[in-house]
């Protein structure tokens, strides 16, 4: 689904295929300790796709993206409903198959990249150490070499001096584009982003959404969004889902969700929204 609201990039030419789906959610419910919630979700993203799940904290929003990637705490399950990619139903994969996809075919940007960063040891050497255990054979030259290309993409100014920092020594904005260019060193065809810009200021907030719109641009990559800002979503995506204590009140293209918002919800939300 593709609008034309002015500031949005359209997919690469190399996306518009069949619409065949890289990643069908269908009417999944995730219950913790066995209370539902998020309930009855269902979502198609095709390749290249941008989708913006969008909602106040506690909408289920969070929740939804971790259990695409397998990563709901203990006390949570999909109970009912199903999960599948490239065709394949994720609910029954081996940790093994688990960590292959992960690594290959599809990442995720936490909110904080900080957080994940180990703060005693510099970006170089867990860069590195992420790529030759996904690459066994890889040596460490050639993974710092791959490494620092990718921060180059990130636009980060000499990839070098980052590689030999500490996560606290870099900015917020260049803590998130290290996370970045980790998650799509192995070039997946979905990325996974929780809030990536929430923590961020207005201008690094602008610089992560030019990033990640060059990915989808250059590599054709679908991105599955998280946001509470809807500006952004507007900006970004070509579908938004609009959630509210873990239900689905609107799924549909941009265009048709900002200008034409059939629940109430939806237009509070843009209502709130700040303009110039």
Request: proline residues 6%; without cysteine; charged residues 20%.
């Given at each position: 689904?593709?609008?034309?609201r002015p500031?949005?990039?359209?997919?690469?030419?190399?996306?518009?295929?069949?619409?065949?789906?890289?990643?069908?959610?269908?009417?999944?419910?995730?219950?913790?300790?066995?209370?539902?919630?998020?309930?009855?979700?269902s979502?198609?993203?095709?390749?290249?796709?941008?989708?913006?799940?969008?909602?106040?904290?506690?909408?289920g929003?969070?929740?939804?993206i971790?259990?695409?990637?397998g990563?709901?705490?203990?006390?949570?399950?999909?109970?009912?409903?199903?999960?599948?990619?490239e065709g394949?139903?994720?609910l029954?994969?081996d940790?093994?198959?688990w960590?292959?996809?992960?690594?290959?075919r599809?990442?995720?940007?936490?909110?904080?990249?900080?957080?994940?960063?180990?703060?005693?040891?510099?970006?170089?050497?867990?860069?590195?150490e992420?790529?030759?255990?996904?690459?066994?054979?890889?040596?460490?030259?050639?993974?710092?070499?791959?490494?620092e290309a990718?921060?180059?993409?990130?636009?980060?100014?000499d990839?070098?001096r980052?590689m030999?920092?500490?996560?606290?020594?870099?900015?917020?904005?260049m803590?998130q584009?290290v996370?970045?260019?980790?998650?799509?060193?192995?070039?997946?065809?979905?990325?996974?982003?929780?809030?990536?810009?929430?923590?961020?200021?207005?201008?690094?907030?602008a610089?992560?959404?030019?990033?990640?719109?060059?990915?989808?641009?250059?590599?054709?990559?679908?991105?599955?969004?998280?946001t509470h800002?809807?500006?952004?979503?507007?900006?970004?995506?070509?579908?938004?889902?609009?959630?509210?204590?873990?239900h689905?009140?609107?799924l549909?293209?941009?265009?048709?969700?900002?200008?034409?918002?059939t629940?109430?919800?939806?237009?509070s939300l843009?209502?709130?929204?700040?303009?110039?």
């Amino acid at each position: 689904m593709t609008g034309s609201r002015p500031g949005r990039e359209d997919p690469p030419e190399k996306n518009q295929v069949d619409g065949t789906p890289l990643l069908s959610v269908q009417r999944m419910t995730v219950s913790y300790d066995g209370t539902p919630a998020v309930s009855d979700v269902s979502l198609d993203v095709t390749p290249g796709e941008i989708v913006a799940i969008v909602g106040e904290s506690g909408s289920g929003k969070t929740t939804v993206i971790r259990a695409v990637l397998g990563l709901l705490p203990s006390s949570g399950q999909v109970s009912s409903g199903d999960i599948r990619y490239e065709g394949r139903s994720l609910l029954d994969l081996d940790q093994a198959q688990w960590l292959d996809l992960r690594r290959h075919r599809m990442s995720m940007v936490f909110q904080d990249t900080g957080a994940m960063l180990n703060p005693v040891r510099r970006i170089g050497a867990q860069f590195v150490e992420y790529i030759r255990t996904a690459e066994p054979d890889v040596t460490r030259a050639q993974a710092r070499e791959r490494a620092e290309a990718m921060l180059e993409r990130m636009a980060l100014p000499d990839p070098r001096r980052v590689m030999d920092s500490y996560a606290f020594e870099l900015s917020g904005g260049m803590r998130q584009r290290v996370g970045i260019a980790m998650a799509m060193t192995f070039q997946p065809a979905l990325l996974l982003a929780d809030e990536p810009t929430s923590a961020l200021d207005v201008t690094m907030q602008a610089q992560i959404v030019r990033q990640m719109l060059a990915l989808r641009r250059q590599e054709g990559t679908a991105i599955m969004i998280v946001t509470h800002n809807l500006g952004v979503a507007a900006h970004m995506a070509d579908t938004i889902m609009v959630m509210r204590a873990g239900h689905v009140l609107e799924l549909g293209p941009t265009d048709q969700i900002i200008d034409h918002p059939t629940h109430e919800y939806t237009a509070s939300l843009l209502a709130s929204m700040p303009s110039l």
